[in-house]
């Protein structure tokens, strides 16, 4: 079986932008990954500046070069893709599919009970879109179901398709109900074809080759939700992977360095260096001296920032997993940028 990571986070901290640089920063050496998307807003197509994604797998991009990429695992190099420099090496690929809960049961249906034409019919009727309303669970099961069906899949010579499989999950507050599908389903189908579908979907999600990944920033209410998640994923029984510590920012100051700043015969010193920095003259009064009550300010707050990022920190590896971390960057995620974090992702180890 393929491996499964599962991307969540707390809406804002990034955690497609996240499941985008894992899923490229595992396509390495030959490797081939698939990037899945559950919740229907096409933010892999945009990452990737490219055209919305469609209900079927898409080669979307390929891996980026790697020294020391056997650490991520073995190599496929009777795949696809194009050659790197270095030793002749191929890079690895990404396919992404956007998977829509409506596609998803009609072709559960076609599976399962050979509807053909009245599947369609179904859909037009609306009868697909009120069965997964009146039933989340279901649609929960359908969305699941097709990424470890990804997962399972192999080809004509038994080998899995997939290297690993990475899923855009829903935010954490409802990653454990959305994971847990066979509890949701419970009450819908005690026995039968969605019963089974679920109970084979729980045996991926709870198998060694699963990984829940949850993402956050350095601030109170994300480090306090991934804490829950984690303890609520614990609970169900499904594997927890990582904490990736996302957009971080370098700590220029703490508040040792304030209190030299603060000084008084510091004063005149920076008062002097901006002086001939060419900001005004250094004695009392002048501009390079008003400007110094500002800057320790502002280098005030960003002391306090640190130490309280410093808590936060310190907060998330009292749970005891894994910490990867990714730098903000300061240009936002464009292309070029998502291949710098997948490249951070792979100096920090395996995930």
Wanted: with cysteine; hydrophobic share 40%.
């Amino acid at each position: 079986m393929s491996r499964l990571h599962v991307v969540s986070g707390k809406g804002g901290t990034g955690k497609t932008t996240v499941a985008a640089a894992l899923a490229l920063a595992l396509a390495t050496e030959g490797r081939r990954t698939l990037l899945v998307e559950v919740e229907g807003r096409q933010g892999i197509a945009q990452l990737f500046e490219a055209e919305a994604l469609p209900y079927e797998e898409r080669k979307i991009a390929v891996g980026p070069a790697s020294e020391g990429a056997s650490r991520w695992g073995s190599s496929r190099t009777e795949s696809g893709g194009d050659p790197l420099r270095g030793g002749g090496r191929r890079a690895g690929e990404v396919y992404a599919l956007a998977i829509d809960a409506e596609r998803a049961l009609l072709d559960y249906l076609q599976m399962f009970y050979k509807l053909g034409s009245a599947g369609r019919a179904l859909k037009k009727l609306g009868a697909i879109d009120f069965a997964t309303t009146i039933a989340p669970g279901l649609r929960d099961v359908l969305l699941t179901g097709k990424a470890c069906e990804a997962v399972r899949r192999k080809d004509k010579n038994g080998r899995f398709v997939y290297d690993a499989v990475v899923m855009d999950a829903p935010p954490t507050g409802r990653i454990t109900r959305f994971l847990n599908v066979n509890d949701e389903v419970a009450g819908l189908a005690k026995i039968g074809p969605i019963h089974n579908q679920a109970q084979a979907v729980m045996r991926v999600l709870k198998s060694p080759e699963t990984a829940v990944h949850l993402v956050t920033l350095l601030e109170e209410m994300p480090v306090q939700e991934t804490a829950d998640g984690v303890a609520e994923l614990r609970a169900a029984g499904i594997p927890v992977g990582g904490i990736v510590i996302n957009m971080t920012r370098p700590a220029l100051l703490d508040n040792g360095d304030l209190d030299v700043i603060a000084a008084r015969g510091a004063r005149s010193g920076v008062a002097k260096a901006l002086s001939q920095a060419g900001l005004g003259g250094a004695r009392r009064g002048g501009l390079a001296d008003r400007l110094i009550d500002p800057l320790l300010e502002q280098a005030r707050e960003h002391a306090e920032r640190v130490e309280l990022e410093r808590a936060e920190h310190a907060e998330l590896t009292s749970i005891g997993l894994p910490t990867y971390e990714l730098e903000l960057l300061p240009e936002g995620v464009d292309l070029a940028g998502l291949y710098q974090l997948a490249r951070d992702l792979r100096k920090q180890g395996p995930i």
